[in-house]
């Protein structure tokens, strides 16, 4: 498995400010993926992250709102732009390790007043 | 499109017993995986067990097992000797073999295990 850290934890954000998620891994990883849970909800994928090129974004999530970067092959970041209550939601991330498996991230729990 | 359906929302069972999370899944792939993780209140994500689908063996890991039928499209997650720990949230899910990583998710079981 991988060891994977999320920064924050958690927070709360007032309307229309953005915050930006790190995700650490302990080694070197391909890809990096990042995750929507809604309150109650399963999980969503937003995007695919590789080192060195644009993230790869599934259908109902865009750029301007989720940018990504990943600048090396340890650590990818998610901004929440322009937030609403609609984006109170875990976002986690999580890598595969060469097996066909994820593993995840302990998650960031935000909360949009 | 793949799909996974998990339609359980909530189960419990008493400690020591075995409760039985099912799952059902739609593909046209012949190559793909399936997995279980679990989501405990803390809410990190925990894999549970990993099946192949090229593999006719069921997976076990421990007090977890899987059956795992092909034909049925059926993923069923079996916990003997339940544990309180156990407690969590359950998702199922699918991934291709090919094509990327991305994996889909059912909408979850959540069980509670009883002292």
């Known amino acids: 498995s991988a060891v994977i850290s999320q920064k924050p934890s958690r927070d709360i954000c007032q309307r229309g400010t953005s915050l930006t998620i790190q995700c650490q891994v302990d080694s070197q990883v391909t890809m990096m993926f990042w995750y929507r849970q809604q309150p109650g909800q399963s999980l969503t994928l937003i995007a695919t992250?590789?080192?060195?090129?644009?993230?790869?974004?599934e259908s109902g999530f865009v750029i301007d709102k989720f940018p990504i970067s990943r600048p090396n092959l340890t650590f990818s970041t998610l901004t929440v732009s322009n937030m609403s209550p609609e984006d109170s939601s875990i976002y986690l991330c999580?890598?595969?390790?060469?097996?066909?498996?994820?593993?995840f991230g302990p998650g960031t729990r935000l909360t949009v007043l | 499109a793949q799909t996974v359906t998990q339609s359980q929302p909530e189960m419990s069972v008493q400690e020591a017993e075995t409760v039985t999370l099912s799952c059902t899944y739609d593909t046209s792939e012949n190559n793909y995986y399936l997995f279980w993780y679990k989501q405990p209140p803390s809410r990190q994500m925990i894999l549970v067990i990993r099946?192949?689908?090229?593999?006719?063996q069921n997976a076990t890991e421990n007090r977890f097992s899987v059956n795992f039928q092909k034909a049925a499209k059926s993923f069923s997650l079996k916990i003997s000797d339940s544990q309180l720990g156990d407690t969590a949230m359950y998702f199922c899910a699918f991934m291709k073999g090919t094509g990327g990583f991305k994996t889909i998710f059912g909408a979850g079981t959540r069980l509670f295990v009883k002292a």
């Open positions: 999580s890598v595969d390790r060469g097996r066909d498996t994820q593993y």
């Open positions: 992250a590789n080192q060195g090129s644009e993230a790869t974004y």
């Open positions: 099946q192949e689908a090229y593999k006719q």
